[in-house]
């Protein structure tokens, strides 16, 4: 069974930085797509970022020239780095993973509280 653990959440300032990481708990190498995701209160759950096993990249369009998407398959992590942070980045963040092309976002983290004050 596939865990995933997120960390690196926290309170920022506006215009700062934060680094979230999700480490799982088996090799990530063969994984088709690994993503984050946030929700904000009263808001659906939107993709901000996701990574492919071929390592191409996808941003939501707020965030893009902002955030940074990356994946170690070695430590079996990804990492999302958050720059010029703005306060409607706040929300709790997910990682979750598509282990193939076929599949359903099947694995979720608990998520990370990032909030972001003005």
């Known amino acids: 069974q596939l865990h995933l653990v997120e960390s690196g959440g926290g309170l920022v300032q506006a215009g700062g930085s934060l680094r979230l990481s999700c480490e799982a708990s088996?090799?990530?190498?063969?994984?088709?797509?690994m993503s984050w995701f946030r929700q904000a209160p009263g808001k659906e759950r939107e993709l901000v970022a996701d990574?492919?096993?071929?390592?191409?990249?996808n941003y939501l369009d707020a965030v893009k020239d902002r955030f940074t998407i990356s994946r170690d398959n070695a430590k079996n992590t990804i990492a999302l780095q958050m720059n010029s942070l703005k306060p409607d980045d706040t929300g709790v963040y997910y990682c979750?993973?598509?282990?193939?092309?076929?599949?359903?976002?099947?694995?979720w983290g608990q998520g990370t509280q990032v909030t972001v004050s003005s």
């Open positions: 979750a993973v598509r282990t193939g092309p076929f599949d359903i976002y099947k694995y």
């Open positions: 990574i492919m096993s071929s390592r191409l990249t």
């Open positions: 088996t090799s990530i190498s063969t994984f088709y797509q």
